[in-house]
């Protein structure tokens, strides 16, 4: 079974409105983190936001936001305002137990277009 | 204070040829992880090394090897490169214990032809 799962192959948004970018996971463990990465085309992977299962609110940082729902084992990303600038690829990722240093499981990722 | 670096930026290889990726980690981190990230898909957990073993591995074959250095700096050697081997290599660095994420390098984009 796939660990993480982002359904949205592509998304169009227009500029300054927010987007919703889904991502579901699949563990039995009960320390884990959430991540999500931007990719632009230049290919660095760029950390935007992170959530630990254990975390009581959600994760914000800026623009973006983790609409995190453990019983539904979902953490969707919300972009508000969009840019220009944030069109790029978007994965998801899971990290399991809580070590720094442990592997991320990643998903297939949202190709996100900002229109002007 | 430097991010984690990566070279060559690009490379490009025959089948059957090996190749050795290198990765220096941000200051600080004494951990690195690889990944390898075909065109279109997301990133694969490769292996991870940490203080200077083999600490995690994926489901990559012995083909796929490296090694850490006493500075934590990193190589990934691919031996007998397949055409399937062409992907975008990222070096990943971070701390062993709790509380901070994976900073990863611009990668190395390698071509096997």
């Known amino acids: 079974a796939q660990k993480i799962t982002q359904t949205q192959p592509g998304m169009f948004v227009q500029e300054k409105e927010a987007v919703t970018l889904d991502c579901t996971y699949d563990t039995s463990d009960p320390s884990y983190g959430l991540f999500w990465y931007k990719q632009p085309s230049s290919g660095e992977m760029i950390f935007l936001i992170y959530?630990?299962?254990?975390?009581?609110q959600n994760a914000t940082e800026g623009r973006y936001s983790l609409n995190f729902q453990k019983a539904r084992k979902s953490a969707n990303l919300v972009i508000s305002a969009s840019q220009l600038g944030d069109s790029a690829m978007y994965f998801c990722?899971?990290?399991?137990?809580?070590?720094?240093?442990?592997?991320?499981?990643f998903g297939g990722g949202t190709r996100v277009l900002v229109k002007p | 204070d430097a991010g984690v670096t990566q070279s060559p930026t690009h490379l490009i290889k025959t089948r059957g040829q090996q190749v050795t990726l290198r990765c220096s980690p941000k200051?600080?981190?004494?951990?690195v992880s690889w990944y390898q990230q075909a065109l279109g898909q997301g990133p694969q957990f490769i292996f991870q090394y940490y203080e200077e073993e083999e600490r995690q591995r994926g489901n990559f074959p012995d083909r796929f090897s490296g090694h850490q250095f006493p500075n934590y700096s990193s190589e990934l050697n691919v031996n007998a490169l397949l055409l399937g081997d062409s992907a975008l290599y990222l070096c990943?660095?971070?701390?062993?214990?709790?509380?901070?994420?994976?900073?990863f390098g611009p990668g190395t984009r390698l071509t096997v032809t």
């Open positions: 990722a899971m990290r399991e137990g809580l070590a720094a240093g442990n592997k991320l499981t």
């Open positions: 990943a660095s971070s701390l062993v214990r709790v509380g901070d994420e994976q900073y």
């Open positions: 959530q630990g299962s254990y975390d009581q």
């Open positions: 200051s600080g981190h004494d951990t």
